[in-house]
């Protein structure tokens, strides 16, 4: 059975208080698909006037400290997102892999301190792409899975965000059949471990434009979107590809 289908968009470190209006317009234009499920994902300091600004529509976080509390300066932890509004955050984006140095032990750490908290989970993984060059995306992207995965989690609570580094904001996608080949093979490795349930999203470069195509593969259960979520121009007809996908 399809799954329900999840776009999530990732602000990234873009947003000030004037974008808040852009939110609402985002939210209001979502709720025309209700089969979909959609969040953003907004700079911390944002979350709690965009929850305010948007009740009942899914606002998140980006990364999440693992320690409940304590001397972290400049940290924010999973209470903090909770406290603040957010229903969930993104864990182990690559873009924090490589300049934070995030590990998948560390990132493991903090999808538990946030799933604890009550916060959904996006979990990201993917490859360079040198190692993809080499032939080695699958056997990388399983590892660090198997190194990133909280011990459990409810299919409701958690979700894999497949983001091949070199597709993000490069305008390059993989073939229709490299996602499929992953996402079967992320797949395998959550079905052993939690049952059948947890969505499998897609991330790198995904625009109106190439939304359907992409929704179109099996196990694709969603999408991250990055630059492409900004405005609600270019990231509703993600989500209406994502509704007509069913
Ligand atoms: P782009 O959609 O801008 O390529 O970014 C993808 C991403 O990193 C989402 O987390």
Not at 95 to 114: F, H, T
């Amino acid at each position: 059975m399809a799954l329900k289908k999840f776009v999530a968009g990732n602000w990234k470190m873009h947003g000030l208080s004037a974008d808040l209006a852009e939110i609402k317009v985002i939210a209001d234009a979502s709720r025309q698909y209700p089969g979909v499920d959609v969040a953003l994902c907004v700079p911390a300091i944002l979350i709690e006037r965009a929850a305010r600004a948007v009740p009942g529509f899914a606002i998140g976080g980006q990364d999440v400290h693992h320690a409940e509390k304590g001397a972290h300066t400049g940290s924010v932890s999973a209470q903090m997102l909770h406290d603040a509004g957010a229903g969930l955050t993104i864990v182990g984006h690559s873009e924090r892999r490589d300049a934070q140095r995030e590990s998948d032990v560390e990132v493991k750490a903090k999808a538990e301190a946030a799933l604890a908290c009550g916060l959904g989970v996006i979990l990201c993984v993917g490859e360079s792409l040198a190692v993809r060059e080499a032939g080695g995306a699958i056997e990388t992207v399983v590892a660090q899975l198997e190194g990133s995965l909280p011990e459990s989690a409810k299919a409701a609570s958690l979700a894999i965000a497949y983001e091949p580094i070199w597709a993000i904001g490069t305008g390059k996608v993989p073939t229709v059949a490299e996602i499929a080949e992953m996402h079967r093979a992320i797949r395998g490795r959550l079905d052993e471990r939690y049952g059948a349930g947890i969505r499998i999203l897609y991330g790198g470069s995904v625009k109106g434009s190439n939304a359907a195509e992409i929704f179109g593969v099996a196990d694709v259960d969603g999408a991250l979107v990055g630059g492409a979520s900004l405005k609600c121009a270019d990231f509703i007809p993600i989500v209406a590809a994502a509704a007509a996908a069913g």
